[in-house]
Structures are given as structure tokens and as C-alpha cells.
């Protein structure tokens, strides 16, 4: 559980706080963000998901401001990340290890370090850190769930589930 406790917790950098309200809707936008990386997920798996991450991180990271596009980016690696950190937690220690998998601290310490190098460079203020985080949990999460885990019943509660409703590692209920 500390690898979704640290996801969950996600970064709070102290920098200037120079962000201001953002001029898009953030629901909307995070919302969408989710639905794509849904269909990305369905379509090539996970490993695309992070070579399409880190393009996407390489592309809006060179603009000049905080931007809808750069927060999509963020939305997806947070979604994608909360819900391997929920699944590899399942997945006994020993199997990871003999599959070369990355532990869920290794996953949520790779996310954070993406984080803090976005929050650094455009000097997003804490308390907007913090509404994304609500954002992404509340209208990311439960749109990629609902689509990876069609038959599970978590995200019905706005995404306050801790549970992805992935099966368990062994393939057992």
C-alpha cells in the first residue's frame, strides 16, 4: 500500500507561486485526457501508454507556459500510474522480481520525479498541484478503470475508491 499512498499523495513542491486559474476546464480536459488514454490502453497495452507518456512530456514541456496539453499529459501519467501501483501491489513480490516488473514505489517515485520537474519549470503553485490531483482522481481515475476493468465496481463513488478493481495477481476472486 505505500506505492498508492505515494501516488495518491502525489508531490507537494514549495516554488513561487506564479500559476494562475487555468483558462480551460480542467474536468473536461482530464476527463478527455482519460478517454484517450483509455483507448491508447485498450488498443497497444501499457507499454505503448509510456513510450506515448514520455513523447507526450518531450512535446508540451518546450511551451512557454503551463498549458490544457501539458495537465493531459500529467492527467494520463497520473491515471496510468495510480492503477499500475494498484495492480503490481496485488502481484506477490517474488513474481515481480522473476518478471523484472517495477515495484509500485518505483512506479509512483518515476511519476513524482515527472511531476516535480513539471511543477519546478512552471512554478505551479501548491494549491493547484493539489486541484489536479483532485481533478485526476475524480474524472481520470474512474474513466480509465471503467474502461480497463469494465466488470469491477470501482469508480462509481467519483473515483474515492482506493480499489481499481483489477483482479487479483494469482487470477483469483
Known amino acids: 500500500m505505500a506505492g498508492l499512498a505515494a501516488t495518491a499523495a502525489l508531490i507537494v513542491v514549495v516554488v513561487p ?16 485526457a482519460a478517454e484517450r488514454l483509455s483507448r491508447l490502453h485498450k488498443a497497444k497495452g501499457s507499454e505503448a501508454v509510456l513510450k ?5 512530456y518531450r512535446t508540451h514541456a518546450l511551451a512557454s507556459r503551463f498549458n490544457a496539453a501539458l495537465e493531459g499529459c500529467m ?9 499500475l501501483v ?3 501491489e496485488r502481484v506477490p513480490e517474488a513474481v515481480r522480481a522473476a518478471k523484472k516488473l517495477p515495484t509500485p514505489g518505483a512506479i509512483a517515485g518515476a511519476m513524482n520525479a515527472r511531476f516535480e520537474a513539471v511543477i519546478r ?8 498541484v493539489e486541484a489536479m490531483k483532485a481533478a485526476f482522481e475524480t ?7 471503467a474502461s480497463a476493468f469494465p466488470n469491477a465496481g470501482a469508480g462509481k463513488d467519483e473515483g ?5 478493481g483489477a483482479p487479483p495477481a494469482d487470477g483469483k476472486k
Open 160 to 164: 474515492k475508491s482506493t480499489d481499481t
Open 139 to 145: 474524472h481520470g481515475v474512474p474513466v480509465f478503470v
Open 52 to 56: 506515448f507518456l514520455d513523447a507526450c
Open 17 to 32: 507561486a506564479h500559476a494562475a486559474k487555468p483558462d480551460w476546464d480542467r474536468a473536461a480536459n482530464v476527463k478527455e
Open 86 to 88: 494498484a495492480v503490481y
Open 75 to 83: 492527467a494520463q501519467d497520473y491515471v496510468h500510474s495510480r492503477v
Open 121 to 128: 519549470q512552471y512554478s505551479v503553485a501548491p494549491k493547484d
